[in-house]
């Protein structure tokens, strides 16, 4: 109820992030959740699970997901101010025909992992593009950081004057954005090499620059809040529901659930001090940094008084009085899915076994 009064009293609506997560690696995954949370708050206020079986596919589950929060928020008479999503197709469609007056932004993250991919594909054929690979991300970051309450065609000038500073011209970009603001490359302590006009790996290089799509999602980048917090509390529910285990449907939704309040409980923790008072930072090195590293700052360890509440709430009020309990128990089970193998004839195993050959039997190979 804290969180609902929380929620209620955000100025100007909610500022949302959200995503989905499958239960599996692949595109036959069984379940699809969807996390919805509140971004300034780094509260996740809700999760939808999807059987693949409801919506035809497991393609299908992320938009449902997104589509039965958001119907949850607006029967409670939350107002969403604005969505932070990654570039899913279905959800864009979605939100364009049906929510037309919510703002959504794109998450950076994942608009500028697509550019770099398409760039490293195209630096095995031309490695002088490799040591721009960092550059040209932290490109799109600053495109979107620097451009708050700017019109997307800004935006737009900024990234597209990329494809004359990686080949030494920096001025006379165009109107909207004249000329590139950062100091003299001669005084950088390692200078690039530019990219020769003409050569392959420019051209290429500039095409991709000024794709129609890559500019069309430019314009929708988030100048402040990402998605960031979401993806971390998706590594978080591994800790709870494994992808390597398969779990009932009521089983998965509990752990998504104990998952969430964990993370709730434990987002605002504060970085770590040592004995001299000085914050504490860990060096990792994540597989997709292929040899490099990345700071993070050391957290306090978590706490776990969700679960106290928990116990409180089970032999204070759920034992006395059940009643509740129960209904909130068939209201739930009223809602559990179908299994998968439901819509299948189950057939008489009398039957089946009588029909069985074996393809290695002396009777049959015989024939």
């Not at 100025?11 to 949302?16: A, D, K, R, S, T």
């Not at 923790?269 to 590293?293: C, H, L, M, S, T």
């Amino acid at each position: 109820m804290d969180l609902f009064r929380q929620l209620l009293s955000m100025p100007g609506g909610l500022v949302l992030g959200g995503d989905g997560r499958a239960d599996s690696p692949g595109h036959s995954a069984k379940y699809g959740s969807y996390t919805t949370m509140e971004l300034r708050l780094k509260k996740v206020i809700d999760i939808q699970l999807v059987q693949s079986n409801e919506v035809g596919s497991s393609n299908a589950m992320e938009k449902e997901g997104f589509i039965r929060s958001m119907d949850l928020l607006e029967e409670h008479g939350l107002a969403v101010d604005t969505i932070i999503t990654d570039r899913h197709p279905q959800i864009q469609k979605y939100m364009r025909e049906n929510m037309p007056d919510v703002r959504h932004y794109y998450d950076v993250w994942h608009v500028a992992k697509g550019i770099i991919r398409s760039i490293e594909k195209l630096a095995k054929e031309c490695p002088e593009l490799k040591p721009w690979l960092k550059s040209i991300s932290n490109h799109m970051y600053w495109c979107a950081a620097s451009s708050h309450g700017q019109a997307p065609d800004v935006i737009v000038a900024k990234w597209q004057s990329l494809g004359n500073h990686i080949q030494n011209k920096h001025s006379n970009h165009g109107p909207l954005f004249p000329a590139c603001l950062h100091a003299d490359p001669g005084t950088q302590p390692k200078p690039k090499k530019w990219l020769k006009p003409s050569t392959k790996g420019c051209e290429k290089v500039v095409d991709m620059i000024n794709k129609t799509r890559v500019l069309r999602d430019v314009q929708k980048l988030s100048p402040g809040q990402q998605t960031s917090n979401v993806e971390a509390f998706h590594s978080l529910i591994i800790q709870f529901a494994p992808k390597s285990v398969h779990f009932s449907f009521l089983g998965m939704l509990t752990r998504l659930c104990l998952a969430a309040m964990h993370f709730n409980e434990n987002a605002g923790r504060k970085q770590a001090q040592n004995r001299d008072g000085e914050p504490v930072f860990i060096i990792r090195y994540p597989k997709f940094k292929k040899g490099g590293y990345t700071l993070q700052a050391k957290k306090v360890d978590p706490t776990f008084e969700y679960v106290d509440d928990l116990m409180t709430t089970l032999f204070n009020k759920t034992l006395v009085d059940p009643t509740h309990l129960w209904e909130q128990w068939h209201y739930v089970q009223a809602r559990v899915p179908a299994t998968l193998s439901a819509k299948f004839q189950r057939p008489i195993k009398a039957d089946a076994v009588e029909q069985h050959v074996s393809r290695f039997s002396k009777s049959n190979m015989s024939k």
